[in-house]
């Protein structure tokens, strides 16, 4: 073997092992693939032995590197919470969640987070992807739009779909309106679509008539705010459009049951102060959805 193993090279051997592949190491940890295998191959050579038996598909562990695996994973996170807690005076935490819930629900709330949270830099990452927390390490929290049904995860908000409009729109009634409807289409497979009839027989318009459809929530919203339609919006993401006299709701007593948004935090950030913090600062701020 020669000389020492440098910690560079475990850090990247655990990332590839923990993750079966090292083009998802390589994403993880901000290098090539390429590099990654030159890394691994550098490794195998000071010690002399293969620490994965590679094909196409995926980096399977030798018995070697199952070995190593063991040690390095404890290692890594013993390093990771040493440096974590040095570094606890950034006191940054950071959250994933959907774009439409950044941008109409967190994105209003901001200033009242810093003034509820001081200290804390809240990170937001906004994606419909669905991020593994215990395999992607600078992830502390997600906010999942789940079915409503769904247990997974610490209940935020139910939520209801109601009809909203721009308030010169709004002003014309509900009978007769030659507006379409905008809607949004979700991205995953396991949430039902929003039931349009009850809005087109509350606002007289023929079921043959085509909605708008959106990809994302708040660009339906904006198009509604500029009179463009009546958007089919969560009552919990509509709550602050029409708070501020963008939207108004056009009709109270028709509404049909939504999905939820449910809370999960990464296993190794969980006991932290500053997420602590974040989750009960969510937790108080939603405490009116959950009914």
Not at 255 to 260: K, N, R, W
Request: include cysteine; charge should be neutral; charged fraction near 20%.
């Amino acid at each position: 073997m020669s000389g020492r193993i440098s910690l560079s090279s475990i850090r990247v051997f655990e990332a590839a092992a923990r993750l079966g592949s090292f083009k998802e190491a390589a994403d993880e940890l901000g290098m090539t693939p390429t590099a990654v295998s030159h890394r691994i191959r550098g490794l195998e050579a000071d010690l002399g032995t293969a620490l994965f038996s590679r094909s196409h598909r995926k980096a399977d562990l030798t018995a070697a590197g199952d070995e190593l695996f063991e040690a390095s994973r404890a290692a890594v996170s013993v390093v990771d919470a040493a440096i974590e807690r040095i570094g606890a005076s950034r006191h940054s935490v950071t959250l994933t969640t959907t774009p439409a819930f950044a941008a109409l629900w967190l994105a209003p709330r901001l200033q009242a987070f810093q003034a509820a949270v001081p200290g804390v830099a809240l990170r937001v990452e906004a994606s419909h992807a669905v991020v593994d927390l215990e395999r992607v390490r600078g992830v502390d929290l997600a906010i999942r739009y789940s079915p409503r049904g769904s247990t997974a995860g610490e209940l935020l908000a139910r939520e209801c779909f109601r009809a909203f409009a721009a308030p010169s729109v709004a002003i014309k009634g509900r009978g007769g309106m030659s507006l379409p409807l905008l809607v949004s289409r979700w991205q995953s497979s396991d949430l039902d679509d929003i039931p349009l009839r009850p809005f087109e027989a509350a606002f007289g318009l023929p079921s043959e008539r085509s909605p708008v459809i959106f990809d994302d929530e708040h660009h339906a919203a904006l198009a509604a705010v500029s009179g463009s339609g009546i958007v089919i919006l969560s009552d919990v993401l509509g709550q602050d459009m029409v708070a501020s006299g963008l939207l108004a709701e056009l009709s109270p007593d028709v509404s049909v049951p939504g999905h939820c948004y449910r809370l999960q935090a990464a296993g190794r950030s969980a006991a932290g102060k500053d997420v602590g913090r974040v989750i009960q600062w969510l937790l108080d701020e939603t405490r009116c959805c959950r009914s």
